[in-house]
């Protein structure tokens, strides 16, 4: 079993930045889609960021602008740039990679604590 490790989290205020990164522990493969995602206390876990190995980005509208997904496919690393950091963007986040054809696999971080305070 692939483990993904993210790191990068921690306490910043607002308006700052902060850089997480994801890697993975064993093999994945092209043609697979990495992302962000993020759970706020009492709220669900919502995507933040997504990028395939071919390079398609998509934002959450909430962050769009403030965040940069980025994907290294040599060092098989993925990031997320946040910038102008919000309180609302307070949670743990996790990094994902699936894969829909075979090999079929749906990997999951362990999470990541971001904290902006006001």
């Known amino acids: 079993q692939v483990q993904l490790v993210e790191s990068g989290g921690g306490l910043v205020q607002a308006g700052g930045s902060l850089r997480l990164s994801c890697a993975p522990s064993?093999?994945?493969?092209?043609?697979?889609?990495w992302g962000w995602y993020r759970q706020a206390p009492g709220h669900q876990r919502e995507m933040v960021a997504t990028?395939?190995?071919?390079?398609?980005?998509d934002y959450a509208a909430s962050v769009e602008g403030r965040f940069t997904i980025s994907r290294h496919n040599g060092k098989n690393t993925m990031y997320l740039q946040m910038d102008s950091l919000k309180p609302e963007d307070t949670g743990l986040y996790y990094c994902?990679?699936?894969?829909?054809?075979?090999?079929?696999?749906?990997?999951w971080g362990q999470g990541t604590q971001v904290t902006v305070s006001s």
């Open positions: 994902r990679a699936r894969r829909r054809v075979t090999p079929t696999y749906d990997y």
């Open positions: 064993g093999r994945v493969f092209s043609g697979d889609i």
């Open positions: 990028v395939t190995s071919g390079g398609t980005i």
